[in-house]
Every structure is written in C-alpha cells, then in structure tokens.
C-alpha cells in the first residue's frame, strides 16, 4: 500500500512538473508592447504630447490550488518577463523599409485624411477625395504595401521569438500602438470600425 501511495505521488509530481511549462508559456504583453513602441516611434517618430503607456500587469494565473502548488514548486518561472527579439536581420529590414516608405508615402496621405490607422494594426482608405486626382490610383497600392509591411513585420517578430502563433497578439499589440502614437490631426478607427480624428 504504501509503494502504491509513493507511485500515485510520483505520477502527480511528474504531471505538475510537465504541465508547468504549459502553464508558463503565456505571451508577454508588456514586452510586446514595449517591442511595439520602439518599432512604430522609429516609423513615425514620437509623438511629444502622448502621454506614457500605462504599466502592463503581469497575467494572473488561474487554477485555484493547482496554480498555488506550481507557483511553490516554480516560483521563478512565473517571475520571468521576458524582452522581445526586434534584432533580427529580417525585422531590422522591415523597418528600415516601413520607415522610407511612411516618410515619402505614408505620413502625407495620413496629414491630408486621405488614410487612417485601422482597428487591426493596418492602414486603410478613409476619404480619397483629400488626395488630388492624379494621384489617386496611386492611394490603393501605397496602402496595399503598407499594410503587407506590417504582415511582414508581425509574422517576423512572432516567428523571431519562437511563436507563431502570436502573430495576432503581437497585430493587436501593435494596432493599439499606432493609434496611440498617432500625431495630431491623423484618423483613426475605434473598435467599431468609426473614423475618428486623433
């Protein structure tokens, strides 16, 4: 009886220990966004009269007692705020790219209103007729290589930290952080998809 009793608590202490590195693989919010700030303040430059992001809090676990026992058997790993990786020779290109192209494209169609900063961490047409005429054909496929700019840019910075699968977090992420360093007198959408003058 008591070898089975040790066995059972084996097994348990294996499971916990197992399901430990599932519990702790969360995606850092508060590096990604500050991964975010750097890029989109590279892009377009910072704004002087934004106020400074709030801190983020660490995600609370949740699991009752489970979490209370792993949190006693791992405390460090639940401690750990890991940075972004935004070094990479991909991403380093990427922004490079953005910014050459936001400075001679981008930035005069968000001053005139023509684009505005979507919901979801893109650029879209709001109101063509800002822009001349002869330059209008021209608006679609500024936006269109902006916005695979930014496909680019997420996907390299979730694969560049080993999760792929973070790619729309890191989208949401950034989404939040264009509109935020928006300059004034840009448009923008709220969640409803409503144009709004920053």
Request: hydrophobic fraction near 45%.
């Amino acid at each position: 009886m008591r070898i089975r009793a040790s066995l059972v608590l084996t097994a348990l202490l294996a499971v916990l220990a197992t399901s430990c590195v599932t519990i702790n693989v969360y995606f850092p919010a508060a590096a990604a966004q500050k991964a975010a700030q750097q890029i989109v303040q590279d892009v377009i430059g910072p704004t002087p009269s934004a106020p400074a992001p709030a801190a983020s809090a660490a995600p609370a676990t949740s699991g009752g007692g489970m979490a209370a026992v792993l949190d006693l058997l791992i405390p460090a790993a639940q401690a750990a705020q890991p940075d972004m990786d935004i070094s990479t020779p991909e991403i380093q290109s990427i922004r490079a790219s953005m910014h050459s192209e936001f400075v001679s494209q981008v930035e005069p169609l968000l001053a005139s209103g023509a684009v505005g900063f979507t919901a979801n961490g893109n650029i879209a047409v709001r109101d063509l007729s800002a822009v001349p005429l002869a330059q209008r054909p021209q608006v679609n496929q500024i936006v269109a290589s902006a916005n695979d700019q930014r496909a680019q840019l997420y996907a390299a910075i979730a694969s560049a930290n080993g999760h792929p699968e973070w790619e729309p977090r890191i989208r949401a992420v950034f989404a939040q952080t264009w509109i935020q360093e928006a300059r004034s007198g840009w448009y923008y959408q709220d969640s409803s998809g409503a144009w709004k003058k920053k």
